[in-house]
């Protein structure tokens, strides 16, 4: 079954840059679409940015479009979040996630904090 690892994530202040990487296994990665999530306490996870299981498409919540850039490398079965100008509103865990057969598959996720 999929299995996700998150890195990247740490304290970063206000304006800084951070990528984050998730490495993926147990699964025919290239042939499906990959997504990030993020959770803050008290909310509910929402997405932060989609792409498709070529590479050739993606997608972005309305606060990550122009700011960030989500990536992927099939041969070596990963999936990046690039993240710049970070806000203290960005400050969360963020997940990577697929929808497979039937269900979703997520990681344990990897801190990010932003100090303003």
């Known amino acids: 079954q999929p299995q996700f690892v998150e890195s990247g994530g740490g304290l970063v202040q206000s304006g800084g840059s951070l990528r984050l990487s998730c490495a993926a296994s147990?699964?025919?990665?290239?042939?499906?679409?990959v997504n990030w999530y993020r959770q803050t306490p008290g909310k509910e996870r929402e997405p932060v940015a989609l792409?498709?299981?070529?590479?050739?498409?993606?997608s972005y919540s309305y606060f990550a479009e122009g700011r960030v850039t989500i990536s992927r490398d099939n041969a070596r079965n990963t999936v990046d979040l690039q993240m710049n100008s970070l806000k203290s509103d960005d400050t969360a865990v963020y997940y990577c996630?697929?929808?497979?057969?039937?269900?979703?598959?997520w990681g344990r996720g990897t801190q990010v904090t932003v100090s303003s």
């Open positions: 792409i498709s299981a070529s590479g050739d498409n993606t």
């Open positions: 147990g699964f025919a990665f290239s042939r499906y679409p």
């Open positions: 996630n697929i929808y497979y057969y039937g269900r979703d598959y």
